[in-house]
């Protein structure tokens, strides 16, 4: 088989058939929610720890891999300010807003973005997208759940302004949701004093990728109930302007300030298009909020991704 569509083989292994797996679980009631609750956690908290303390281990800090650092925040940062400031306002109901915006800042890099960039530009590629992924990552345990408690909170409490203490501010940045840190922590001290990296975890941490898609799409192919989600694609459709034009408009923009290698621009591309995250739907399962909205966002950016924006890239951009 050749190569390109041996890599091929990801996007169905690791994204579809979780998805299908979860999906029959749900409706043959072989699964019950406490369960796809502790999948959801246990992904968060270790697996997610895991992968980012491999991952900075050997994360290679070149001139153009540092600009991928502030890149990578931004792709997070800048959709969630666009949507905050456009169409989130039509959503007033504060579980459905808090949803919205978190479908807007997170995007699948690490799992779509990263296997659809292997396929297109092999290990290299998939190096690239998994250095913006690790930003995601961070943002998603220091920024994205926080604020997605912080909207649940403001349900809570009816709208009201509400103060908080010292510690129930600490409780809101410091969880277990927050381990991956600890993760980045220990890979970045390890790479900043040299400790090379054993041979034998090269394989561990591939195990790993496709593990974590696993262990991330099948508690949410098992959210996921197309009667419940059917009233929410046309609330949801804007997110496709800020996901497939906006951002990807702007980092066009960036790229061509700051890169010259082709490999590179079109990898950052590609991750730019990145439809709306799994991270989406379980930012708003921990915290509560519409989950059904992130599914939506989910389901459809998806579709259009796979069945349109991944093949106009593949045969006529890359």
């Not at 299908?20 to 699964?31: E, R, S, T």
């Not at 600009?67 to 169409?87: D, H, K, N, Q, S």
């Not at 600490?170 to 004093?193: E, P, T």
């Amino acid at each position: 088989m050749p190569e390109e569509s041996y890599r091929v083989l990801f996007v169905i292994t690791d994204l579809i058939l979780p998805l299908i797996v979860g999906y029959i679980l749900q409706k043959c009631a072989l699964m019950q929610d406490k369960t796809a609750n502790f999948i959801i956690k246990f992904n968060v908290i270790l697996v997610y720890s895991l992968q980012t303390l491999l991952a900075f281990w050997v994360l290679p800090l070149t001139f153009d891999c540092i600009y991928l650092i502030p890149i990578g925040f931004f792709v997070v940062i800048f959709p969630g300010i666009v949507a905050a400031y456009t169409f989130a306002k039509r959503h007033r109901e504060i579980l459905d807003h808090g949803a919205y915006i978190m479908s807007a800042m997170l995007s699948n890099i690490g799992t779509l973005g990263g296997v659809c960039a292997f396929i297109l530009y092999s290990e290299s590629g998939f190096a690239y997208t998994q250095i913006i992924a690790s930003c995601q990552t961070v943002l998603l345990v220091l920024l994205c759940f926080p604020l997605a408690q912080y909207y649940r909170d403001k349900y809570d409490s009816h709208g009201k302004k509400r103060t908080y203490n010292l510690k129930e501010l600490l409780k809101k940045f410091i969880s277990l949701n927050q381990m991956s840190v600890v993760g980045i922590a220990l890979g970045l001290m390890l790479n900043f004093y040299a400790v090379p990296r054993p041979s034998y975890l090269s394989p561990v941490f591939s195990f790993l990728v496709h593990f974590g898609a696993w262990t991330a799409l099948v508690p949410v192919g098992y959210l996921i109930s197309f009667k419940r989600t059917a009233s929410y694609y046309g609330k949801v459709w804007d997110l496709c302007i800020i996901r497939f034009v906006i951002v990807p408009l702007a980092i066009f923009i960036i790229c061509k300030l700051l890169f010259d290698s082709a490999v590179l621009k079109n990898t950052l591309l590609v991750s730019a298009l990145a439809p709306t995250a799994i991270n989406a739907v379980i930012a708003s399962r921990l915290y509560k909020l519409n989950v059904d909205l992130a599914l939506a966002s989910f389901i459809m950016t998806t579709a259009i991704y796979l069945i349109v924006i991944f093949p106009v890239f593949f045969f006529f951009v890359a």
